[in-house]
């Protein structure tokens, strides 16, 4: 067991072991209720890393003492599948703990599934990305449950490293250990709700202080040098980093500086400027749009020097693009519009080009009828530049409005001369 590291030896062994996912597997949820009344169905179990996706399915067999294998999707082999079912055979029924589940080949899952749809295999599997994007259908529809974890509180955290600390047969306990209940509460705000991460930093922290007889003397300094980016995590390719830009364009949407600017830090942290900086100029026009039409110019100068300066430096033209957008008036009015009119012509609300739009520019076009095109910029209109009343939409369609203009920002300037436009033209059909 010495061998072993402190968060491994700290999982639950029962249901009421479990530190936090109160929603998840607390007493009053119908997932305790089945367990503890006998029955386990198969479930997937989604999350980030560290918040006790191993830990469940560990206190799951240890309450039923149900036959338990754990398997790792990203190791495992078509021989470590066998065994399962043979095991399953045996003893009539088994638990497969699956980690990674959505890293399983399609031949492993065919050869399970049967197995998990009699019952003789209760799978359950954990994995870090979002299960409806990334594990098999075949899959998810024999589970029954599909819980999605959350990072614990610092509450819990505190909890399991108190129990960490004064935990003899598993834990610490057998240790002379000096730390204080501030520098407890700091190693549970500096992982993040991450309670292997957690787990890990006490143990390294104890180990890593100087020793006063048998006492280890844990200081601020000690425990201030270990947190060090304990908070971030996201695979550059994995649902949490798609989720961080999701909340970030989000974020900036509702003007909410400060939200923005957190999760634009967490972004910068993962060091992918590429995905961030597309993620930014795609909100300057998705979301600021016609309000504000100077932002896209502004972020794409902020975007061209992030490149150009790299990280950390790069934070710096980002963190002034993300407050500008935040506080800028917004409209989503101009691709809505172009949504309305690919929508269109999708359901095949299209028709001929009128004649005097057709091209022109060459031998034997007025013998096709391509004339009557009028330059708009011969007739001038105030200070406007130049407009001509004409059709320019086929002829089935005349009339159909896709762009609806919105009051905000610059947008409503816009928006009134495409009004008083309308209006000339209504006037010239009159």
Request: proline share 3%; net charge negative; aromatic share 6%.
């Amino acid at each position: 067991m010495n061998g072993e590291p402190l968060a491994y030896r700290m999982r639950p062994t029962t249901l009421e072991e479990i530190v936090g996912q109160k929603d998840v597997i607390g007493k009053q949820t119908t997932l305790y209720k089945m367990i503890k009344n006998g029955h386990v169905p198969s479930m997937l179990l989604y999350g980030e890393p560290g918040i006790g996706k191993t830990s469940i399915a560990f206190a799951i067999a240890g309450t039923t003492n149900l036959p338990f294998i754990a398997l790792n999707a990203t190791t495992a082999g078509k021989k470590d599948v066998e065994h399962v079912v043979d095991e399953a055979r045996l003893t009539g029924k088994v638990i497969l703990f699956l980690d990674e589940i959505h890293r399983f080949n399609k031949a492993q899952q065919d050869y399970l599934l049967p197995h998990v749809e009699r019952g003789d295999i209760v799978l359950i599997g954990a994995t870090t990305e979002n299960p409806f994007h990334d594990v098999n259908p075949a899959i998810r529809s024999r589970c029954g449950q599909i819980k999605q974890l959350t990072r614990l509180i610092a509450q819990d955290i505190e909890e399991l490293l108190h129990r960490a600390i004064n935990e003899k047969e598993k834990g610490l306990g057998n240790l002379q250990i000096e730390i204080t209940e501030k520098q407890i509460k700091s190693i549970a705000a500096g992982t993040n709700g991450d309670a292997r991460k957690s787990l890990t930093l006490l143990e390294s922290i104890v180990y890593s202080s100087d020793k006063k007889g048998e006492v280890f003397i844990v200081t601020d300094e000690t425990v201030e040098q270990m947190i060090d980016k304990v908070g971030v995590y996201g695979d550059k390719k994995g649902s949490h980093f798609y989720n961080l830009l999701s909340s970030l364009q989000k974020s900036i949407r509702g003007s909410d500086v400060d939200a923005a600017l957190y999760y634009l830090a967490h972004l910068i942290e993962t060091g992918d400027l590429v995905a961030l900086n597309r993620r930014l100029l795609v909100i300057a026009y998705e979301d600021i749009g016609l309000a504000n039409t100077s932002v896209g110019n502004n972020v794409l100068a902020a975007v061209t020097a992030s490149e150009r300066l790299g990280l950390p430096e790069a934070r710096i033209p980002l963190a002034v693009a993300v407050v500008e957008m935040c506080l800028s008036s917004k409209s989503n009015s101009a691709y809505l519009a172009l949504d309305k009119a690919i929508a269109a012509i999708r359901a095949g609300n299209v028709g001929e080009i009128p004649m005097h739009l057709r091209d022109g520019h060459y031998q034997g076009a007025k013998a096709l009828g391509h004339v009557g095109y009028v330059y708009p910029h011969d007739f001038p209109i105030g200070t406007f530049g130049g407009w001509v009343n004409q059709q320019y939409l086929p002829e089935n369609i005349v009339g159909t409005q896709f762009y609806m203009p919105i009051e905000a920002g610059e947008e409503k300037k816009l928006g009134a001369i495409y009004e008083k436009l309308a209006r000339f033209r209504q006037e010239k059909q009159e």
